[in-house]
Each structure stands twice: as C-alpha cells, then as structure tokens.
C-alpha cells in the first residue's frame, strides 16, 4: 500500500509537470505576438499634421532629407538606411523642455549604445543659430556619440517640412519662415522602412520607459 501511494504521489507529480508545460504552450500558440501600429497622418491628432498630408490613409513615410551634423558632415536617409531611429526636435539655447528630452536621449543612448540596429536624430528648430560649431560644442558638452547619434542643422524650412509633414510632430502651423516657431517635446519612433511606428513625450520618464520597451518590440519584427 505504501508503495502504490509512493508511485502515485509521484505520478500526480509528473502528470502537473506535463499539465503546466502544455498549458504554457497553448498559451504561447494563442497568445498574439505584440506588435507596433504604422502611424498614418490620418490616425494621428490632426492639430500635428499638416494640412497638406492630413487625409493620407496609407503609405506615410519619412521624406528624403539632406541636412548637416555637428561634425559638418552630410547626412541624409541613406544614414539610417535599414536602420530604427529615434527622431526629435530642439534647440541649443532651449531652457524649457530642451533640457530634459536631451537628458532622455541620452538614456536612449546609453540603452542603445553597443546596439547596431538603433540610432538617434535630433533637428535643431533654429538652424540660424545652431551652427556646426555651436552642435559640436554642445554634443561634447552632452556627451553625444558621433556614431548613434546626429544633430543637425540646415534649411529651416527643410527642417520644419520633415517635423510637420514628416514626423508629424509639431502643433504649431507655418510655412519655415523667419518668424515661424516649432516648440515640439515629441519623440518619434521610425522603423527601418522610414514608417512612423510611436509617438512619445520626451519630457517624460515613463514614456521613455515605452519607447525603450517598443524599440524590443519593433526589433523583433525584423528577426
């Protein structure tokens, strides 16, 4: 008798080990694979499109750019080629939000650093100004990586198009003018296909905690 309960202590063991490990597998086969949305303009709060884009329904990339970095070299898509990137827009002498999203890009940096797939871009929105000289100052002051991450000037107009029509990212309308202002603490998440894939406010701790979470979740696609 003691050895017939002995056996079936074991075997009811045994039978909730196979119990565990099978539910566990159908709830992996079940379970949908956590995936990113590709913002369309249309998808998007209409007061961060452009009203030139603000219907488009499909096929919404980042258009092709040309802009200068802190080391005055051109850099243009083919940078980011097959690459995920981080984009966001500020200015040098900002002592608002400028500080702080600059101090979360560089958590992403150090998150990313030794990570070949992920790099940064950040658009000054006063290219008058932010010269090559003042970038580089700057970037050595923050302690940027030339090889993740780029700061760039160059036309504002160019400049402010990509943040409207492109990163949809910016409140404020306006046609790049001398006058216009863009004052914008998002950070846009960009896949490998130049599609938009998050939105995040860089002024936050906990959305930078989503970013850095969505950034696994989009490199997975590609494995």
Known sequence: MRNLFSWLKKFAIV?????????YSI?????????????????????LVDSTVQYVRKYHTVKDFELINQNGDTITQDFYEDKIYVADFFFTTCLTICPVMTDHMLEIQQEIKDDPEVLLLSHTVFPKTDSVPVLKAYAEEKGVLDKKWNLVTG???HIYDLARKSYLASKSNGDGGPYDMIHT??????????RIRGFYDGTDAEAIENLMHDIKVLKREYR
Do not use: G, W
Not at 29 to 47: F, G, S
């Open 15 to 23: 039978l909730f080990i196979l119990s565990v490990i099978i539910i």
């Open 27 to 47: 709830y992996s086969l079940l379970k949908p694979e956590e995936t990113l949305p590709v913002y369309q303009p249309d998808m998007v709060n209409a007061e």
């Open 155 to 157: 036309d504002k107009k």
């Open 185 to 194: 603490e998002n950070f846009v998440l960009v896949d490998k296909e130049k």
